[in-house]
């Protein structure tokens, strides 16, 4: 299906969804003829000024209406023409996690602009279980690989429900 130098890299605990129309608010899984439209568009968008073309993640596709926007965060389902890669002599680094976001920056930084198709999403199967200590220490060779570019933020964990309160039938009060 690709042509030339170009691959698919996939996370393997997708599922993928499509909208059916951009001012829908719902998605829908995807059969083979939805996977073989979103290939087909994922290699008509791959290009030498745009090598590198991702699916959006399914959360927060519901807030963006445009079908395909620019200069934005890949992740886990991406199409990249690897002879703009070899050009700009960029190579995956060795990274535990964020290898993929690292990968976008230094294109980016090298000139050559992203897209992100909206009409199509993936979404994980299961969590991943990579220690938080790995995270951590992929974040921090992320942030100073481009240290122009990564901030890292602390964030505090939150609990659902925190403010439910019983009342005196035992019936839950926000």
Known sequence: MFRNERILMLDDDLRFYYRPDMRAPYLLPTGPRELRQMLLYIDIQLTQQCPMVGISARAGNHE?????????????????????????????????AYEDIDLTLRLLQAGHPNAVLYNYCWSTVRRSP?????????????????????????????????????????????
């Open 64 to 96: 963006i209406s445009d079908a395909v926007r620019y200069n934005t965060r890949t992740n886990c389902a991406y199409g990249l023409d690897l002879s703009v890669l070899r050009q700009a002599n960029i190579r995956y680094r060795k990274m535990a």
């Open 130 to 174: 990579k220690i938080p200590l790995v995270i951590r220490r992929a974040a921090q060779m992320l942030r100073n690989n481009h240290p122009d570019l990564v901030t890292l933020i602390k964030n505090r964990p939150r609990i659902a429900w925190s403010k439910i309160h019983e009342n005196k039938s035992g019936v839950p009060e926000p």
